[in-house]
């Protein structure tokens, strides 16, 4: 192999060891005998949710695995592999590959990485059971109106008693 082919590899291992590193899940799955419109299709919904797959050779996932410090991953790294990366949220990619996978048999979610460390089939299930940020920052919002909602109807009950206090 030539000296430009071994730098040509050795700089698609870095970006991949790189995505690895910087996402906040990166999880991977086998795509085998999913036809063009349902990978078309699960691509859609990856995208939708912020979500990027890409199919990479095994080689170079192990040794980017390897690079970016995540050890033990050489089973899930065996077959046909592609791996959904999210830069901003950990449970979108669970989400939408677990219900995906749930609706069609020719997909198998066979690990990967989630905020930093290796996660195996049941933590990704998990976290594909988890509220997204957004409906977690929904219900937090919630939580902090529910005093002053409390005490606003409160004061109402109050308002109303004396307004009905005054007409009788």
Known sequence: M????????????????DQFTNSMAAIVVDARGLTV??????RKQL???????????????SRAAEKAGFEGMDE????????????EDPVAPAKVLKKFADDND??????GIIEGAVADID?????ATMPSRDDLLAMLA???????????????????KKAEEEVA
């Open 47 to 61: 995208r939708e949710e912020g979500v990027k797959m890409q199919v990479i050779k095994n080689k170079i996932l």
């Open 123 to 127: 933590k990704i299930n998990t976290f």
């Open 2 to 17: 030539s000296k430009e082919a071994i730098a040509k590899k050795a700089e698609i291992v870095d970006g991949v060891a």
């Open 106 to 111: 020719n997909l198998t979610i066979k690990g």
């Open 76 to 87: 899930v790294f065996s077959g046909p592999s592609a791996v959904a990366f999210s830069d």
């Open 142 to 160: 919630n939580e902090f109106m529910s005093p002053v909602r409390d005490v606003a109807y409160a004061l109402k009950a109050v308002a109303d």
């Open 37 to 42: 419109a349902e990978v078309t299709e699960l």
